[in-house]
Structures are given as C-alpha cells and as structure tokens.
C-alpha cells in the first residue's frame, strides 16, 4: 500500500518556496492524521522547514496529531472549531503575507 508520505511532500513544497523570492512564506497542511511516513521524521522536517523561515500551519480534520508535529496547528473536530478556522488562518497569513 503505498499513499502521501508528507515529509517528503513538505520537502518539495517548502524547497519550491525558499527559492522564491517573496520574503514570507507559508504552508498550509490539511491533515487526516493519516502518514504513510514516519511521525517522527514528519516532526523533524517541519523543524527544519520553520528553522529556514517558512511558517508552516497544521489543520487536523477530525484527528489532533498535527498538535505533536506543527508549531501553529488547529484541530477541526466540530462546527465552532471550523469556524474558528478564519481567525487561525488570519492571525498567520494577515500578520505574515499583508502586513
């Protein structure tokens, strides 16, 4: 069985922005909880991507794992929490990108 393994995913995406030359820069990750990767591995990656300055914001669908992987993170688990879901995104992407 074979399907996304998202630390290989976050290394594609992250290195197709740090070559950009915008100077913020985010990523967006909607999340299952399902990895055909390794936890582990995912949690380094996302570490290393932030440390090269790009802001990475984990969404959880009905699964809280992206609370042991991304720094920013939001669970979606209920009605108030998807619309919360705005305010999350806003306090990221209003701060970094239109400032």
Known sequence: WC?????????????KLIDRKEKDKVIIVISD???CGS???LKQTAENIENRGVT???VGIF???VKDIYKNHKILK????LEELGSFLNKYLIGKIFK
Do not use: P
Request: no cysteine.
């Open 3 to 15: 399907g996304n393994i998202d630390e290989i995913n976050l290394q594609y995406v992250s290195q």
């Open 33 to 35: 909880g399902a990895t």
């Open 39 to 41: 936890w582990k591995d």
């Open 56 to 58: 990475i914001l984990g």
């Open 63 to 65: 699964d809280d794992n």
């Open 78 to 81: 209920t009605q108030e929490d």
